[in-house]
């Protein structure tokens, strides 16, 4: 069979999937507008809860900036900043808590080492180049009919799902940390905690369907190769 034609037809692997992702992307707006909408009584701003989390571990050394999008807020470790949307670094809702301090939960796992971030981080080049490279050597050793060219893309391809794993215990541990922190510190009532939580249950999902992606994905090329390898 084409090689070409071969990778279409396993598509249906990758069509599942792809429904739980969008699932995962409505279930986390869909939150995220909810209790935006909802102000805690705290009447803290994102950027206040976080600095307050960071202070509360000992971390004196991170700043809090703002940025531009929606759902756009991330830690980085290089630079030592956590970078919050307007959305979240001025807002005093329910939501702007939760996920700014996620992310400030992410400032203290890199603050006391914590190793899945660290290897994480240590396999970010790897993942680059799996991701940019992976499909396509795949394809072209096939087409070619050099199958060590294959299975070399099909090895690059696999750091993907490697750091896809790994983002796993990282983005869930960071979650823990930020919902402990807001709730042994009156960060929310026990009302809105309820809220925040369910805001980063939902983000927390779409990780665990960028790993289903990755797997399929192996297995869509793995499949690829062992049907050009029987003809």
Not at 6 to 33: D, E, R, W
Not at 209 to 222: F, G, V, W
Request: charged content about 15%; overall charge positive; proline content about 3%.
């Amino acid at each position: 069979m084409n090689t070409y034609l071969m990778y279409y037809m396993t598509g249906i692997i990758i069509f599942p999937v792809f429904i739980f992702a969008l699932i995962c992307q409505a279930k986390v707006k869909s939150n995220f507008k909810k209790y935006s909408k909802i102000m805690s009584r705290s009447n803290m701003t994102g950027a206040d809860a976080a600095w307050r989390l960071l202070q509360l571990n000992g971390v004196t050394d991170v700043r809090i900036e703002r940025i531009g999008g929606t759902l756009t807020d991330y830690y980085d470790p290089s630079k030592k900043v956590i970078c919050l949307s307007s959305d979240v670094f001025d807002s005093k809702s329910i939501a702007a808590i939760g996920v700014a301090c996620h992310e400030a939960g992410h400032a203290v796992q890199h603050a006391e080492g914590y190793s899945p971030l660290t290897f994480r981080n240590f396999v970010i080049p790897a993942t680059r180049i799996g991701s940019a490279l992976g499909v396509p050597l795949c394809l072209l050793g096939m087409f070619i009919g050099y199958s060590p060219l294959a299975y070399i893309g099909l090895a690059l391809y696999g750091f993907v799902a490697l750091f896809q794993l790994i983002t796993l215990p990282v983005e869930f541990n960071a979650s823990s940390r930020a919902l402990a922190t807001i709730e042994a510190n009156g960060f929310l009532t026990s009302e809105e905690y309820v809220g925040a939580k369910k805001v980063l249950n939902a983000a927390a999902l779409t990780y665990v369907a960028a790993l289903a992606s990755a797997i399929a994905t192996m297995l869509r090329l793995l499949l690829i190769i062992s049907g050009g390898r029987r003809r």
